[in-house]
């Protein structure tokens, strides 16, 4: 027993320094110190010896499986070390060399193009102003000038809340009599930006929840040629110094008289094209001088003062500017889209 224990040892620490990789380690570590190894097989067999060899065939047969298993996590550092140094030479980086530029964020084109806004109408003295998106009946319609029975009221189909006559706001409007309360009886100047909500079928010219900047100007004296000249000078600062601006009548409950502004279409320059539908003009808002009712429901006295509101899309605006055909991509989230801007 003892001289097998001894040409085992002799035999496993010669093969082992033949060893060159971790996989042939695997295969030494499994002849040797597995449990199907010639020296496992040996230890099983002590307890046949006779009992005056027992104790010495036991304390060798020890010593034998220590060896081995010191040699082999020897030989197993030294490979692992050996390894690490060849990745080390193998995939070293050269520092001189320029890195690789890290993607970087950006806006998004709805922060874009309202930021764009914010700084035109901050440069004319407008402050802004944010309510919530969540309104009561009352202040959505009805103290803008919708009573229960306004067909008006079928213009917007409202997501209602499971609260009695609380509803998503389907305009930027109510902000109006926020505003106005709130610096009431002093003049007011501010732009009211915010998410509106409507129930509507999504389709490529309407979501059911989009952008509008609402702006109220309410004082002494308020005229609809300060409306004209406020919208045209914004107009002007936000698409070029040369664009031509018309308004037409048309007709909101919260405003007495009420109008559409065109302006002249930046795309074909006014000679007619698909963006515009071959008219020239492309429609960005609509305004109107505040109807007096509004003005006694936001704390004024309508025969003190007067004033002028109005409401426009800043994703209309991008949409016409660059030739975005569908609404729905400002909200899904594709790289490919956002990355343009």
């Keep these: ?130 309510s919530g998106d969540v309104e009561t009946d009352l202040m959505n319609f009805e103290l803008l000038n919708f009573p229960k029975d306004h067909p008006a009221r079928d213009m917007q189909d409202s997501f209602y809340t499971n609260e009695p006559n609380v509803v998503l706001r389907t305009h930027t409007s109510p902000g109006q009599i926020h505003a106005m309360r709130a610096s009431a009886p002093n003049p007011v100047r501010a732009i009211l930006p915010g998410w509106c909500y409507r129930y509507e079928q999504i389709t490529a010219r309407s979501e059911v929840q989009f952008l509008q900047i609402e702006g109220i100007v309410v004082g002494p004296g308020i005229r609809m040629s300060d409306l004209k000249g406020t919208l045209t000078d914004m107009a002007r600062r936000l698409l070029g110094p040369d664009v031509r601006t018309r308004f037409r009548a048309d007709y909101f409950p919260f405003t007495e008289p009420s109008a559409e502004m065109d302006v002249e279409c930046f795309v074909c320059g006014g000679k007619g094209c698909s963006v515009c539908k071959q008219s020239g003009w492309l429609e960005i808002l609509g305004c109107g001088m505040v109807h007096p009712t509004v003005l006694r429901n936001g704390g004024y006295d309508p025969d003190q003062v007067s004033g002028f509101a109005f409401g426009m899309g800043p994703q209309r605006i991008l949409m016409l500017s660059h030739r975005i055909t569908d609404i729905r991509q400002f909200l899904q989230n594709d790289l490919r889209f956002l990355e343009q801007f």
Excluded: C
């Design 1 to 130: 027993m003892l001289d097998q224990l001894n040409a085992l040892e002799q035999e496993g620490l010669a093969q082992l320094a033949a060893v060159a990789d971790s996989e042939s380690l695997e295969a030494w570590r499994v002849k040797h110190l597995g449990r199907n190894a010639q020296l496992a097989e040996l230890m099983t067999g002590l307890g046949a010896l006779p009992a005056a060899e027992k104790p010495l065939a036991g304390k060798r047969a020890n010593e034998v499986k220590r060896a081995l298993e010191a040699a082999f996590a020897e030989k197993a550092e030294g490979l692992r070390q050996a390894e690490l140094a060849q990745a080390a030479e193998r995939d070293a980086v050269d520092v001189t060399l320029p890195g690789r530029p890290a993607p970087a964020g950006r806006l998004h084109p709805n922060t874009v193009v309202l930021r764009r806004l914010y700084a035109v109408f901050a440069d004319m003295g407008f402050q802004i102003y944010r």
